[in-house]
């Protein structure tokens, strides 16, 4: 989901910012229920437009637009990060981290030319997340469906990048080192 906000995210001091991350994790459960990661990505054009793919125990999470650009603003609110790399928001431990490390060298060598490869790094990411006993495939033939190949892949990649060694896995760390 596309969210517009402002160019330059409003910052709060220490004490505010620690205020609002003991509340993000019930004050986000009331916007998406259900939600354990969030996955933001900005544009790559530069503009205020981030996109944000929300995953739960369950599967992927809707939610309206609306409520996406209010998430968006808590996540904000309640951490000081670089919001033009990509963050990940994780429930278990209330914690955002910076995803630029590794997926975006995998993205841009597998970009299809019908697919965004920022659905391919937030596919990647979802995955990653999955839970063990997670019944992927609907999500995956969902994907495949509306011609998100990349998403597809980058999925599919993710899951396959939760075993300890994978080549893909390899080589984004790799490039992350040098």
């Not at 969902?142 to 993710?158: C, N, R, S, T, V």
Request: some cysteine; hydrophobic content about 40%; glycine content about 6%.
């Amino acid at each position: 989901m596309n969210v517009q906000t402002t160019p330059h995210p409003r910052r709060s001091s220490a004490a505010s910012r620690r205020h609002h991350r003991t509340y993000l994790p019930w004050r986000l459960e009331s916007l998406a229920p259900g939600v354990t990661t969030i996955a933001v990505a900005p544009d790559t054009a530069g503009d205020a437009v981030h996109t944000l793919a929300l995953h739960g125990t369950d599967g992927p999470i809707t939610v309206s637009v609306e409520h996406g650009a209010h998430i968006l603003n808590l996540l904000q609110l309640a951490f000081a990060a670089d919001w033009t790399h990509t963050q990940t928001w994780q429930r278990g431990d209330n914690t955002l981290t910076d995803e630029d490390a590794g997926p975006l060298e995998v993205a841009k060598a597998r970009t299809v030319a019908s697919s965004n490869p920022r659905m391919f790094k937030l596919a990647f990411l979802a995955a990653r997340h999955a839970g063990p006993g997670e019944d992927t495939e609907p999500y995956v033939r969902q994907l495949i469906a509306q011609g998100d190949h990349a998403a597809a892949a980058g999925y599919l990649e993710g899951l396959a990048s939760r075993r300890a060694d994978t080549p893909v896995l390899r080589a984004c760390q790799m490039r992350a080192a040098a």
